[in-house]
């Protein structure tokens, strides 16, 4: 099983708005990601979980606030987020080591008004 | 630092086209290369990979093939479908690094007329 699963499909939120997003991945992979994509762009990287430690994290504003409680489950904290945030946020993971494949997630499409 | 350079889209061609999306890249060590796919309104799918010289992924009818000698891994498919019409990622991976952080390329754009 190569599925990575996430909640919410989609969320709309105000700028004064506390919440999460949630990533799940059952492969036993030690890494985890959290991408940020624009409408026809690549995914950004933001974040990376190494062993459950935060091991990247790509000068991203404290609006953005991760959290990994445990080696299956990887959420994105949100609060007082900006319009320019909205995107399709994607979770991924893989094995921990160079070059191995990076499995992705539908993702959340974010849209703050 | 490591770079991906994708041809740039948008692709459109007739049902039962031969398809080639080029793509080369630049990388300080020996890393592996990948095709994604995303679907409208999807996240990304891997479609194939590659992780030596001369290897060859494949994947429902798509093939590239690892040129190290020109650094280039081209997608292409002999036959393309409507169903195919999505945007498709070239990317790599430094095999050398500690996480397996990727490289995408800017994506190419494909639509496929009935």
């Known amino acids: 099983d190569t599925e990575v699963t996430q909640t919410p499909k989609h969320l709309v939120m105000g700028m004064t708005n506390k919440k999460s997003l949630k990533c799940e991945q059952h492969?036993?992979?030690?890494?985890m990601y959290w991408y940020k994509q624009k409408a026809k762009k690549p995914p950004e990287l933001m974040f990376v979980?190494?062993?459950?430690?935060?091991?990247i994290n790509e000068s991203v504003p404290s609006r953005f606030s991760p959290e990994c409680p445990n080696s299956s489950l990887l959420n994105l904290h949100l609060h007082a987020l900006q319009p320019e945030d909205s995107a399709l946020y994607l979770c991924?993971?893989?094995?921990?080591?160079?070059?191995?494949?990076?499995?992705f997630g539908p993702g959340t499409r974010l849209l703050v008004l | 630092g490591d770079s991906v350079t994708q041809m740039e889209g948008p692709v459109t061609l007739s049902e039962e086209a031969f398809l080639t999306i080029n793509c080369t890249y630049t990388?300080?060590?020996?890393?592996?290369l990948f095709w994604y796919v995303q679907y409208p309104g999807e996240g990304l799918q891997l479609l194939l990979k590659?992780?030596?010289?001369?290897d060859k992924g494949s994947n429902k009818g798509f093939e590239a093939t690892y040129r190290k000698e020109t650094t280039s891994f081209h997608l292409e498919k002999g036959s393309v479908q409507v169903s195919d019409s999505a945007v498709y990622f070239c990317?790599?991976?430094?095999?050398?690094?500690?996480?397996?952080?990727?490289?995408f390329g800017s994506g190419t754009r494909l639509s496929i007329r009935p």
């Open positions: 991924a993971s893989s094995q921990m080591q160079g070059g191995e494949t990076q499995y």
């Open positions: 492969m036993g992979h030690r890494a």
């Open positions: 979980y190494s062993y459950e430690k935060l091991s």
């Open positions: 990388a300080t060590g020996y890393p592996s």
């Open positions: 590659a992780t030596k010289a001369d």
């Open positions: 990317a790599l991976s430094d095999r050398d690094s500690s996480a397996s952080k990727i490289i």
